[in-house]
């Protein structure tokens, strides 16, 4: 008999610590999906419908562990170094980022631009390695784990470019509020970039994720078509003339193809 109790508190324990697990995975998957300005704990608690002390205790505990950060004179919580490690691991799982690397130096070294591989996080994008270049000022802002609204940068408006209309629909939908945090951009003028990128075959896109900057965008595909991320090249608007944004893909186009039998394999 004495043993009734002391299983039915091991499943109050149990479901206890579940419940806690999801709830902090809830706060994680808050700020990612509003990485670009991160969220106050204010924000949190309305958000999550969390008690104020409940959320308190547990972005507390994300930030030991180095899930979130909150950077010195900001109220806002944004990803984690740990994150950008979880990221960058999950592209060398795929072998990605060991394909990509000496391409993204070698465009870089070619243009004189950043570059950056791209994968896509169900709706956002994020980068997983980059490349700097010799130009004076270079896209710095966008560091590896970055994330963002799938299409608000060229590599993401690539890879939305190639999803079914009902997916990239659902997409839209679901990321409409989020749109407002780059500028002007909102549903229908992605619907556009969409159809332009399709219709030119790489995507070109400028101001909404850095302002000031034009960036080009080409997918990475294996031989069953499977996209696996993308390419992305960019530099001021100034400095990206139409002419310049085609060579800078011919340029990336030239160096995918030499590492197309390694993505394959993919």
Do not use: W
Request: proline share 3%; net charge positive; hydrophobic share 40%.
């Amino acid at each position: 008999m004495s043993s009734l109790p002391s299983n039915s508190n091991e499943a109050a324990s149990q479901h206890s610590g579940t419940q806690s697990l999801e709830r902090s995975i809830s706060l994680l998957k808050l700020v990612a999906a509003n990485s670009q300005k991160g969220l106050r704990l204010v924000d949190l608690v309305r958000l999550s419908g969390m008690e104020r002390p409940t959320a308190y205790r547990m972005v507390q505990s994300l930030m030991k562990h180095g899930f979130l950060s909150r950077p010195a004179g900001s109220s806002r919580y944004v990803l984690g170094e740990y994150c950008r490690e979880l990221g960058a691991q999950f592209a060398d799982r795929l072998d990605l980022r060991a394909i990509c690397d000496p391409v993204l130096k070698a465009i870089s070294e070619e243009t004189g631009n950043s570059s950056f591989l791209i994968i896509r996080m169900n709706l956002d994008s994020m980068c997983v390695a980059r490349a700097i270049g010799g130009y004076p000022i270079q896209i710095v802002s966008v560091k590896v784990g970055h994330r963002q609204p799938l299409g608000v940068g060229a590599g993401g408006l690539a890879i939305l470019g190639t999803l079914p209309r009902a997916e990239q629909d659902e997409c839209l939908r679901t990321n409409a509020k989020r749109l407002s945090a780059y500028g002007s951009l909102n549903v229908s003028t992605l619907r556009a970039m969409i159809a332009a990128t399709q219709n030119r075959g790489y995507a070109v896109i400028g101001h909404y994720s850095v302002p000031g900057v034009i960036g080009i965008g080409v997918t990475l595909k294996n031989s069953a078509g499977k996209v696996l991320g993308a390419i992305t090249t960019g530099s001021l608007d100034s400095r990206m003339t139409k002419d310049i944004q085609d060579k800078a893909m011919q340029t990336v186009n030239r160096h995918i193809s030499s590492i197309q039998e390694r993505l394959d394999l993919l």
